[in-house]
């Protein structure tokens, strides 16, 4: 891309070099016409009328030489006014380049300026992206299921930093197991324990877990009966399922992590608004995605898999962070086997890549078939 442009604008210079001299030479063949008829005009006059200094001049010669004088006077100043044309077009020619290049000047010192005020705050804010990140500090609530014993009391467990995102993809998994569990029991946990206990058949103790689990999370995220047909009714689409899900999540654990996505889709808006400066300044540069995506990348290596996995349930929540998302492709490094359930995904305009599928890409293209068959 980069070479095209720089040899389109090579033709584009040569051109205008090209007329720039044509005009050039016109002016001195003008300016070089006009000389010679004054000169062969002199020596006509000279040669011809056999005018001398002393002698008497009828006026008959002054009327010839006045004739003369007025044809050849128009034919040169003709000459010299074209050449007055084409010496004030190659004046104003020059003057208008030279004002072009001083606003490509100015406009590439104000990119400049643009540039560097953005990336100062840009790293100032990943900086207090970090610190937000260090500060979020989650207690979740959990109870140890097992086959024989039934569940084991409730402990609190506490995560900080990036483990509190681990742990909120963990609990937003359980928030989607409790929605989809179409299996009957009921809300008394000693009740399902109990049950569990009881269950001798391997398979019916699995789902007896998950009754067990699916009671302990419905009253830990106080999920209703109304949340729970919605979530299973065969008409509610995948999008609005996700979005259900991670509401609950809100509901509960919102305060901990608002001020993390909201840094983080904060960060990608300001990206967002210095593209647009760019474009603004210089609708030609074809390069302003390139210079956003460096950005984004930077970003992306801040983050990690978890982190990247709750920004892309997050954006079936939020439209604006969505639409930030989709339009720099922010979640391309994240694989469908993160999400929670594979069919999750593309079920609001993000579609995500297989890690299988990614690196045979990288295989083709690194090895091209004529290469390995060769080999």
């Given at each position: 891309m980069k070479k095209q442009e720089d040899k389109k604008e090579n033709k584009k210079e040569n051109k205008k070099e090209f007329w720039l001299n044509v005009y050039d030479i016109l002016a001195k063949i003008s300016l070089f016409v006009g000389i010679f008829i004054l000169f062969y005009i002199t020596i006509?006059?000279?040669?011809?009328?056999?005018?001398?200094?002393?002698?008497?001049?009828?006026?008959?010669?002054?009327?010839?030489?006045?004739?003369?004088g007025d044809f050849f006077g128009g034919v040169i100043g003709?000459?010299?006014?074209?050449?007055?044309?084409?010496?004030?077009?190659?004046?104003?020619?020059?003057?208008?380049?030279?004002?072009?290049?001083?606003?490509?000047?100015?406009?590439?010192?104000?990119e400049v300026f643009e540039t560097q005020k953005f990336e100062t705050t840009f790293f100032n804010l990943l900086e207090r992206q970090k610190q937000i990140l260090n500060e979020i500090n989650i207690a979740?609530?959990?109870?140890?299921?097992?086959?024989?014993?039934?569940?084991?009391?409730?402990?609190?467990?506490n995560f900080q930093g990036k483990d509190s995102l681990k742990e909120a993809k963990i609990q937003l998994e359980k928030i989607f197991q409790t929605l989809n569990n179409r299996n009957k029991y009921s809300l008394n946990l000693q009740e399902e324990d109990q049950k569990l206990i009881n269950t001798s058949q391997e398979y019916?103790?699995?789902?007896?877990?998950?009754?067990?689990?699916?009671?302990?999370?419905?009253?830990?995220?106080?999920?209703?009966?109304?949340?729970?047909?919605?979530?299973?009714?065969?008409n509610t689409e995948i999008s609005a399922r996700c979005a259900l899900a991670y509401a609950i999540f809100l509901t509960k654990y919102g305060t901990n992590f608002?001020?993390?996505?909201?840094?983080?889709?904060?960060?990608?808006?300001?990206?967002?608004?210095?593209e647009d400066v760019i474009k603004k300044n210089n609708p030609d540069n074809l390069n302003t995605q390139n210079q956003s995506k460096k950005y984004i990348k930077f970003l992306q290596a801040q983050l990690s898999t978890d982190e990247l996995?709750?920004?892309?349930?997050?954006?079936?929540?939020?439209?604006?962070?969505?639409?930030?998302?989709?339009?720099?492709?922010?979640l391309n490094i994240l694989f469908?086997?993160?999400?929670?359930?594979?069919?999750?995904?593309?079920?609001?305009?993000?579609?995500?890549?297989?890690?299988?599928?990614?690196?045979?890409?990288?295989?083709?293209?690194?090895?091209?078939?004529s290469e390995m068959t060769n080999d």
């Open positions: 006509f006059i000279v040669s011809n009328l056999q005018f001398a200094w002393g002698k008497d001049v009828t006026d008959d010669t002054l009327s010839t030489i006045g004739n003369l003709s000459f010299w006014a074209l050449t007055g044309v084409f010496l004030l077009y190659l004046t104003l020619k020059m003057q208008k380049e030279e004002l072009g290049n001083q606003k490509e000047e100015l406009r590439s010192t104000r979740t609530r959990e109870i140890n299921v097992t086959s024989f014993l039934g569940s084991s009391p409730s402990e609190i467990r019916e103790r699995e789902q007896q877990k998950i009754n067990v689990q699916s009671c302990f999370s419905r009253k830990e995220y106080k999920i209703n009966e109304k949340e729970i047909n919605f979530y299973q009714h065969i608002e001020q993390y996505f909201r840094g983080v889709f904060q960060i990608l808006q300001h990206i967002k608004d210095f996995t709750m920004i892309f349930y997050n954006a079936s929540y939020l439209t604006d962070a969505r639409d930030l998302i989709v339009h720099f492709d922010f469908v086997d993160a999400l929670i359930s594979e069919e999750h995904n593309n079920s609001f305009g993000i579609n995500l890549t297989r890690r299988s599928s990614q690196i045979l890409d990288y295989i083709y293209e690194k090895f091209p078939t």
